[in-house]
Nanobody, 121 residues
Framework: QVRLVESGGGLVQPGGSLRLSCAVSGSIFRLNAMGWYRQAPGKQRELVAATTGGGITDVADSVKGRFTISRDNAKNTVYLQMIDLTPEDTAVYYC???????????????WGQGTQVTVSS
């Protein structure tokens, strides 16, 4: 059973910072691409940042220069460092991972349960 457990969300004032973590547990052969999505009330879920298995990263234009994604392959963990937060960043943030359970198996996609980020004064 593969599980993604997110942490690090909370309430922060505008201009503040947060660091989200997402740890992948379970029996897996390889952890491929990982990403962070967010969904604000009344809006569709959107991709915020992603990283490949080899460590190539990219972030959405809306958060470029403020959000940084990184991963620690030894810990099967991906991080999202967020600075200069604004109320528009308020959303539930979800971790996503593409996993190979076995070498010859197909890639499967898993989601975390989500962590709330609220930016408000």
């Amino acid at each position: 059973q593969v599980r993604l457990v997110e942490s690090g969300g909370g309430l922060v004032q505008p201009g503040g910072s947060l660091r989200l973590s997402c740890a992948v547990s379970g029996s897996i052969f390889r952890l491929n691409a990982m990403g962070w999505y967010r969904q604000a009330p009344g809006k569709q879920r959107e991709l915020v940042a992603a990283t490949t298995g080899g460590g190539i990263t990219d972030v959405a234009d809306s958060v470029k220069g403020r959000f940084t994604i990184s991963r620690d392959n030894a810990k099967n963990t991906v991080y999202l460092q967020m600075i200069d937060l604004t109320p528009e960043d308020t959303a539930v943030y979800y971790c996503n991972a593409r996993v190979l359970i076995t070498l010859l198996g197909r890639e499967l996609t898993y989601w975390g349960q989500g962590t709330q980020v609220t930016v408000s004064s």
